[in-house]
């Protein structure tokens, strides 16, 4: 399963995909973009079969890259992982195509929550 994985923290990123493994998803191909522009070009390139974003980062913000995906016609599963997760975040990334938002701090259990839908480990 190849995932994008868009946070302006690497360190968040490295923690995203140690959870994704306890949550039980193995054989991950990982790329990684520190904003959602550079996601949105990865996207482009590599076609994965989930996304998953931070909502807050620098020259794109996650809600901006899903609604440049959506624009484009792209309906990859995507999921917001953030440290806010307010209802109307919610409600607006929904309303915008995402499959969910799994609030900071998480942990497998919340992953597999939202993702159990869309993948099977």
Do not use: Y
């Not at 994985?5 to 054989?27: K, P």
Request: aromatic content about 4%; overall charge negative.
């Amino acid at each position: 399963m190849k995932i994008v994985i868009a946070d302006d923290s690497r360190a968040m990123r490295m923690i995203v995909v140690r959870t994704l493994r306890q949550a039980g998803l193995s054989g991950l191909e990982v790329l990684e973009a520190e904003n959602g522009r550079e996601a949105l070009e990865l996207v482009a390139q590599h076609r994965p079969d989930l996304i998953l974003s931070d909502w807050n980062m620098p020259e794109m913000t996650g809600i901006q890259f899903l609604q440049a995906l959506r624009s484009r016609g792209d309906t990859t599963p995507f999921c917001f992982v953030t440290s806010e997760g307010s209802d109307e975040m919610r409600e607006q990334a929904t309303a915008s195509g995402a499959l969910g938002l799994i609030a900071k701090p998480f942990t497998a259990e919340s992953f597999n929550d939202v993702l159990s839908t869309v993948v099977t480990p």
